[in-house]
Nanobody, 127 residues
């Protein structure tokens, strides 16, 4: 049984930092991509950052480039998202997701391609 469990969310002031973690278990060994998505009220879900596990390439939404860093610890199968310089616009529920096929390279931020999702963790940034 696949489980993705996010943690690390919380409330911070603008300019602050948070580190999200996603503990994955039961994923197929060949899982190609993992990513963080977010969704805030009234907005569509959007891909924040992704990583290609087989090569280490990383991908970012333009709004978080230079502020967020995604990483994956293969030994523990844990996905991280280091978020620095947080802005009120980053307020959302953040979800961890896994895409088994390497087709994720075509569009890492295409949510429907991801087979497995976590329950989400709330991030709130106050101005």
């Amino acid at each position: 049984q696949v489980q993705l469990m996010e943690s690390g969310g919380g409330s911070v002031q603008a300019g602050g930092s948070l580190r999200l973690s996603c503990a994955a278990s039961g994923l197929p060994h060949s899982t190609a991509c993992m990513a963080w998505f977010r969704q805030s009220p009234g907005k569509e879900r959007e891909g924040v950052a992704g990583v290609y596990n087989r090569g280490g390439s990383t991908y970012y939404h333009h709004s978080v480039k230079g502020r967020f860093t995604i990483s994956h610890d293969a030994a523990t199968n844990t996905l991280f998202l280091q978020m620095n310089g947080l802005e009120p616009e980053d307020t959302a529920i953040y979800y961890c997701a896994a895409y088994v096929s390497s087709r994720c390279l075509v569009s890492w931020s295409a949510g429907p391609g991801y087979s497995y999702w976590g329950q989400g963790t709330q991030v709130t940034v106050a101005s």
